[in-house]
């Protein structure tokens, strides 16, 4: 791999274009003027001159690799695989960070500048060793995964399989862990080889040999494996040397076309070129030869059974590429319907089918309709869980699965499923609506529990692992918080809106009982109707003396809470939402109306911003708010914060705040029929541009905070390196005064002393490889430094604004001339002057008082001045106008009385 020092721009047809920094994988470095090779950016191939490109430079902190031996599955922090078995014999491992990687990839890290030597955590840290029997259960279900044969855990969890027992494993022993299919069993009975014996089946023939064979007539399982499907939507390529590689899953034993060794596993076993149909494990990913559209297998001609499938293919496709416009993908339609039809099934998704016979169906769908209905229910349930199983990344994808997780630990039930409900309105479109499908679907299973014996928990245990689970470098989580995806799934399947299933109503609240009169008999009693109230029962003598009950008042605070409300021009009292919406339709953005709602006891806010929305003001617990929990006593505190508080901490997509009451705003004008602009008034113009200015004011304080974070964290790393430079230095002097006191020693006294020489020397070691870290961590930080203050935009400049009169305003004057200008001055005679002390500071105050001048930093933030935060005033003019009236602080307890210059006349 070179790296280009110099851009080259393209002349000729056959040239590749280079820009400093790209990276051009070559196969073949030999002499003369010219290379040949590939752009990583631009996935071209193409000569190049030598002398505009350089050798990939190592990093500038290396790791310090060790060979280790570990059968235990550890993860490759460079292509993303495993690391298990024999390869377990030829790994590296880096002393200084953890760092680990398969033999065939310390090439290729010691050759990348980007993968510098930085310690950090590993999440699956597996104690080195080749004893198998000396596994734990948990061991075994790791190494299940890392083989991806991770469907098989629940059983082999079950029969609580530890080391010893997985070594005495026998083809028979197999079948009675569910392992029926001849693919599954000759697969794991080759993992075993590799793992146990240190045995490998190679494969017979290279790319080229397999490629030459005839295709024609091509078994359908084998076509599925061998012939390279086209890129569809929605497909995530790794490009390699020109191979468009893409994850897949195959129905036979393959082999890599690099290694010859097996793809382990039964789903999603490795990488497959889309366009010659090259198969590589992740780990030889960086062995591969250049791409050879030429000699990959002729697709044969297999109709589309089912929409959205491609080429016949209709497992381990994106999502996205089987919608088609339609609520779920077809092949899904078609086995709820006919899981539907047989709900009372018992123990369904949970019995396993004849993996064999799952096999057939699967291998069927792709080549012909399929009348599901006449399938057995367990199959079709089985070929359910294949397809999610076989997707290239799960239902829920990684980049959710701890949102997910971590939703199980609010404090209740009604929070959990408020933040599920918010998680799954996030998903990508395609995942969010197949996974709407799943769980209506489940939610049917559910509904039949009496007959089908599968609950929420029990048909969550069964779909958790198979729809969420995190990454393979993540892996040990899935084992140790499996309770917590599985309490997610139940809740998203019985609880959650994507069940489908209606909100259950509380119960109304249960009236009061009225007090038994024990002493009456049953003839004594009389019905009596109270006004307001439903009839009593009474004792005759009580219906005598009671007297008229009068109907009781209205409760004056409610009374004057809305009397409260209508002196102000957002209330607009009973309206419903299409009168709502008709009196905003004409008004600018930020337009509002606060009304008492007509379909729940309360009041709506009705606001306005690119479109009418409508949101319910809560009531909890004697306060207002939009959500739990509730912060404002009134209606009124909670329009007054929104007044100056964007929307957006409630609803990100409203950007706005409650600006122009809607009985006060100003509205739109309609475009004329001479295409002038929309004709606005004077006060819509101001408002506008005094909301613009406080966009722009709120987006240069942000950026500034920013750029003096990063500057303060340069800062600290500036000290810890200029620290640790102290400590090399401490520790070379050490060793060269070492050094020549042993040379004044005799034999005897060196040996004598050599341990602690090796001592220092480890330590100085040490050392300078802690220097190189923090000096890389510092160089980073200066970047995102570099990169704040480019997103801040200019620096703040040092002009000021201020009125060409101003007679308080002396120019570059120090501070020692600002004493001597205000010596013997009456308190309260001021001036401002330029500072040089920060870009943020460009001015002081300078005045006197109690017969001393005092000197006060004016802050600038590029828009506004003031002496503290927050900065309030648009000049200096104006500052200086409002301190005339007003104190400038508890210790400076005088006004700006007299401008310097007025005062010296």
């Not at 397999?210 to 078994?219: G, I, M, N």
């Not at 969550?460 to 917590?484: G, K, M, N, T």
């Not at 337009?591 to 929305?613: A, C, D, M």
């Amino acid at each position: 791999t070179f790296r280009a020092i110099y851009a080259f721009p393209v002349a000729e047809q056959d040239e590749l274009e280079l820009l400093p920094g790209d990276l051009i994988d070559v196969e073949t470095v030999h002499e003369g003027e010219w290379g040949y090779g590939v752009n990583r950016r631009t996935q071209k191939e193409g000569s190049f001159p030598w002398t505009y490109v350089e050798m990939c430079k190592t990093a500038a902190n290396p790791h310090n690799f060790v060979q280790t031996a570990s059968k235990k599955p550890s993860f490759c922090q460079h292509c993303g695989d495993f690391i298990w078995g024999s390869l377990g014999k030829q790994s590296y491992k880096c002393s200084a960070c953890d760092f680990r990687c398969h033999k065939k990839c310390k090439f290729s890290v010691e050759n990348n500048s980007a993968l510098e030597c930085v310690p950090s955590p590993q999440p699956l840290k597996p104690a080195d060793a080749d004893n198998v029997e000396t596994w734990t259960p948990e061991d075994v279900c790791i190494w299940l995964a890392a083989i991806k044969m991770g469907e098989y855990i629940p059983n082999f969890s079950e029969k609580g399989i530890d080391g010893k027992k997985l070594a005495n494993l026998t083809p028979s022993k197999l079948g009675d862990l569910g392992l029926d299919d001849p693919f599954h069993k000759e697969m794991m009975l080759a993992c075993l080889g590799e793992l146990i014996r240190g045995e490998c089946r190679m494969g017979e023939a290279d790319f080229s040999a397999r490629a030459a064979q005839p295709t024609e007539p091509l078994d359908p399982l084998l076509f599925l494996d061998t012939c390279p499907r086209p890129k569809g939507p929605g497909d995530k390529l790794l490009v390699i040397r020109n191979h468009p590689f893409r994850v897949k899953t195959f129905l036979n034993m393959c082999f890599c076309d690099s290694c010859r060794k097996p793809l382990w596993g039964v789903v999603r076993q490795g990488l497959q070129c889309t366009l010659c149909g090259f198969v590589t494990h992740r780990m030889c990913q960086d062995l591969v030869p250049f791409c050879q559209p030429k000699l990959a297998i002729p697709p044969v001609t297999i109709r589309p059974a089912l929409p959205g499938s491609q080429n016949g293919f209709v497992f381990g496709v994106s999502l996205e590429s089987q919608l088609c416009g339609q609520p779920q993908p077809a092949l899904l339609a078609q086995c709820f319907a006919a899981v539907e039809k047989s709900l009372k099934t018992a123990n369904i998704y949970r019995n396993q089918p004849s993996g064999a016979k799952t096999r057939a169906l699967r291998t069927e769908l792709a080549g012909k309709p399929v009348n599901l209905s006449a399938q057995d229910t367990h199959l079709v349930a089985a070929i359910i869980k294949r397809f999610f199983m076989e997707l290239p990344e799960p239902l829920i994808p990684f980049s959710f699965y701890d949102r997910f997780v971590a939703a199980t630990s609010l404090p209740s039930e009604g929070a959990q499923v408020s933040e599920l409900n918010t998680l799954v309105a996030q998903l990508p479109e395609a995942n969010r609506i197949t996974l709407t499908a799943l769980m209506q679907h489940l939610g049917k299973v559910v509904g039949m529990f009496d007959a089908n014996k599968m609950d929420p928990n029990s048909l969550a245990a069964v779909w958790a692992p198979i729809i969420l689970y995190p990454s393979e470098d993540q892996l040990i989580f899935q084992f140790r918080q499996a309770q917590q995806a599985i309490t997610v799934v139940a809740q998203l399947m019985s609880l959650c809106d994507c069940s489908g299933r209606p909100a259950i109503k509380a119960p109304p609240v249960i009236p009061r009982k009225p007090k038994a009169d024990h002493g009456a008999r049953p003839g004594q009693y009389e019905n009596i109707t109270v006004a307001g109230q439903q009839s009593l029962y009474m004792s005759a003598s009580e219906a005598r003396q009671a007297p008229q009950v009068k109907p009781r008042a209205p409760k004056p605070a409610a009374a004057t809470a809305k009397a409260a409300l209508s002196s102000f021009p957002w209330f607009a009292e009973s309206m419903d939402r299409a009168t709502a919406e008709s009196r905003l339709q004409d008004c600018p953005d930020g337009t509002f109306l606060v009304r008492s709602s007509t379909s729940h006891q309360g009041y709506s806010l009705t606001v306005k911003y690119r479109e009418i929305r409508h949101i319910v003001i809560n009531f909890s617990n004697g306060k207002y708010g939009f959500s739990e929990p509730t912060n404002f006593d009134s209606v009124i505190d909670l329009v007054q914060c929104f007044q100056s508080t964007p929307l957006s901490q409630y609803n990100a997509e409203l950007e706005t705040t409650l600006r122009y009451p809607f009985k006060t705003a100003p509205k739109q004008m309609a475009p004329d029929d001479s295409g002038y602009e929309e004709q606005m008034t004077e006060e819509l113009y101001i408002r506008n541009g005094l909301d613009l200015r406080e966009s722009l004011e709120q987006q240069a304080r942000q950026n500034q905070r920013t750029m003096n974070e990063y500057s303060s964290t340069v800062k600290d790393k500036q000290r810890d390196v200029k620290a640790q430079e102290e400590i090399v230095t401490m520790f070379k002097e050490q060793k060269k005064l070492h050094e020549s006191y042993r040379e004044s020693l005799s034999d005897q006294d060196r040996q004598a002393v050599q341990s602690n020489y090796e001592l220092l020397i480890s330590r100085l070691s040490d050392a300078e490889r802690q220097l190189t870290r923090l000096s890389s961590e510092l160089q980073r930080e200066k970047q995102k430094e570099d990169s704040a203050r480019t997103a801040a935009g200019p620096a703040v400049q040092s002009s000021v604004v201020v009125s060409e009169g101003a007679t308080f305003f002396v120019g570059n004057t120090s501070r020692e001339e600002a004493d001597r200008m205000l010596e013997g001055q009456p308190d309260g005679t001021f001036l401002v002057r330029l500072s040089t002390r920060s870009q943020t500071e460009p001015c002081a105050l300078s005045l006197r008082y109690n017969g001393v001048t005092k000197h006060i930093h004016i802050h600038h933030d590029g828009f506004r001045y003031g002496l503290a935060e927050p900065l309030s005033f648009n000049s200096l003019d104006s500052l200086c106008e409002y301190y005339k009236n007003e104190k400038l602080s508890g210790s400076i307890a005088t006004t700006l009385k007299t401008p310097i210059k007025d005062a010296r006349r």
